[in-house]
């Protein structure tokens, strides 16, 4: 599994909540990191479009993180995920800039999800991110990480 995200985690605090899931999961994810881009928000998201589409191997089943994507539970983005994992594809999620992702990218998109309709520093989605994908493997696992439920 790949993610691929606009910015640099600069954060030792940020980048320890990621690498804390990122070394416990299996299939393993690497994560690309993308440099902001300049100039206007319309210049800025075309350069990130283009960064983040010439990152990706054309067999790549993109899962793209959108404010506009499918509000889904934990458990059914543990399904889901099983499901991308299984097409034999290197599943690619990703996480655009400040100023959101291009229509290029989007439309590249096999899946396109939402974390919810509150707005979240980039950096912090990355983590979410990488919790959920654990969340989901640890779902599919049989491990009592999740608890399903309400108490």
């Known amino acids: 599994m790949r993610l691929i995200a606009v910015g640099r985690m600069k954060d030792s605090h940020e980048r320890a909540l990621v690498e804390r899931y990122v070394k416990r999961l299996n299939p393993s994810l690497t994560i690309t990191e993308l440099p902001d881009g300049k100039g206007s928000p319309a210049e800025i998201k075309r350069r990130e479009g283009e960064a983040i589409l010439s990152a990706l191997s054309d067999r790549a089943f993109v899962v793209v993180l959108d404010l506009a994507g499918k509000l889904i539970s934990s458990e059914v983005f543990s399904q889901k995920l099983g499901e991308w994992l ?40 990355r983590i979410m991110l990488v919790e959920q994908i654990y969340r989901a493997r640890a779902i599919a696992a049989g491990h009592p990480y999740h608890r399903s439920g309400r108490p």
């Open 86 to 125: 299984e097409t034999g594809r290197d599943v690619c999620f990703i996480i655009g800039g400040a100023e959101g992702l291009d229509a290029t990218v989007v439309s590249r998109a096999d899946a396109t999800i939402s974390l919810g309709s509150l707005t979240w520093p980039h950096m912090l989605v």
